[in-house]
């Protein structure tokens, strides 16, 4: 079930009603602990993404299916306990098809894991239900000359993959191979450095071929902030092909912007699920296991980074809303890095010279 129908179910329902089964099935633990329950609805209730949402719900089952397995009172237990949960997180073994093999979550699976259930005990507490949160949190900063208190868990910041000059051919090639919609798709990711919602959220309306932009409405978007993004002619070209085929298939000329051409869902709203596994045939097909569907938007932040526009614009395109955040989504290389360095500093090399030369005027 796609994170967008389980949010809509979850927040369907005000504290008091009933909330519709489907959604629930999908978090056992938490649909049948009454605290849990009302936080999760909670969180959907005040606004959070429909995948922040899912990511929770996901986290917190895991959290309750670990104290359940141990015998532990989610409103009892301490500190110690959430160590244990930890180091069990630690020691299982990587999701089937990732390209690390290596034993343990992530840090950053176990980041998102611990900010879920600090929540959740943030809420027990603000509830009166638990004295204290057993979760503890970082100080990144130095108070009174003492030492940074780190969290749980350590983060370890990766480089996101983007793909080699000679993958990305690659990558398109494959991509030249699916039906008009997914070529569009793909064009319009790169282009735009759209993530998964926004691509699969645009409507018709939202794409101004005149000026080349699409317009993200807040609805759509992580921040809950509109912005404009561009796309260039070879996306301008594809868009115009796929509306030919899309009136041709569908007969309409409003609306959600990619449909299902499936039996099953025609006609239907294009999920999020249905844009994963397109990049993963695209994945296979390039023989290339790292391409996900955020590889689009790293690469074109990093392009953009390449083309020397300043941070804040690059974060103003991507829709962040701090630039540490676009700081990690960009990967130069070091020869490029060294190359504007080079670039950079040519100006002051030139002056430090000048004046050592003045040495040899010296009596």
């Not at 993004?229 to 990619?258: C, E, I, K, N």
Request: charged share 25%; aromatic share 8%; with cysteine.
């Amino acid at each position: 079930m796609d994170a967008g129908v389980v949010w809509s179910l979850v927040a369907g329902g005000l504290y008091g009603l009933a909330v519709a089964t489907a959604a629930w099935d999908r978090f056992p633990l938490i649909s049948g602990s009454e605290h849990a329950r009302r936080w999760l609805q909670f969180t959907a209730n005040i606004g959070r993404a429909p995948n922040t949402v899912d990511a929770y719900g996901r986290a917190v089952e895991d959290h309750l299916r670990f104290c359940d397995s141990h015998g532990l009172d989610p409103l009892a237990i301490r500190a110690d306990a959430v160590a244990a949960w930890i180091g069990d997180m630690h020691t299982r073994p990587r999701p089937t098809g990732t390209a690390d093999t290596a034993v343990g979550l992530s840090s950053a699976t176990m980041q998102q894991r611990l900010v879920a259930a600090r929540s959740f005990y943030d809420f027990l507490v603000e509830d009166g239900l638990r004295e204290r949160n057993p979760v503890r949190r970082g100080q990144s900063s130095r108070r009174g000359g003492g030492r940074p208190r780190h969290g749980l868990v350590r983060r370890v910041e990766q480089a996101p993959w983007i793909p080699s000059e000679a993958q990305w051919p690659r990558i398109l090639a494959a991509a030249r191979q699916e039906s008009p919609r997914n070529r569009l798709m793909v064009a319009f990711a790169y282009d735009g450095a759209l993530r998964r919602e926004e691509l699969v959220s645009l409507e018709i309306g939202d794409v101004e071929p005149a000026y080349s932009l699409i317009r993200l409405r807040a609805v759509t978007t992580k921040s809950r902030r509109s912005r404009e993004v561009a796309f260039g002619t070879a996306a301008s070209a594809l868009f115009v092909a796929y509306l030919r085929q899309r009136r041709a298939m569908f007969g309409r000329a409003d609306g959600s912007l990619f449909l299902s051409e499936s039996r099953r869902n025609h006609g239907q709203p294009l999920g999020l699920s249905s844009w994963s596994k397109i990049v993963e045939r695209l994945a296979e097909r390039a023989d290339t296991p790292q391409l996900s569907t955020h590889t689009f938007r790293h690469l074109r932040l990093t392009d953009l980074a390449r083309a020397e526009w300043t941070i804040d614009q690059i974060a103003q395109y991507a829709g962040h809303r701090d630039v540490t955040t676009t700081m990690r989504y960009i990967h130069l290389s070091g020869r490029e890095l060294a190359a504007r360095l080079h670039r950079a500093t040519i100006g002051l090399h030139a002056d430090r010279e000048r004046l050592l030369a003045t040495l040899s005027d010296a009596r």
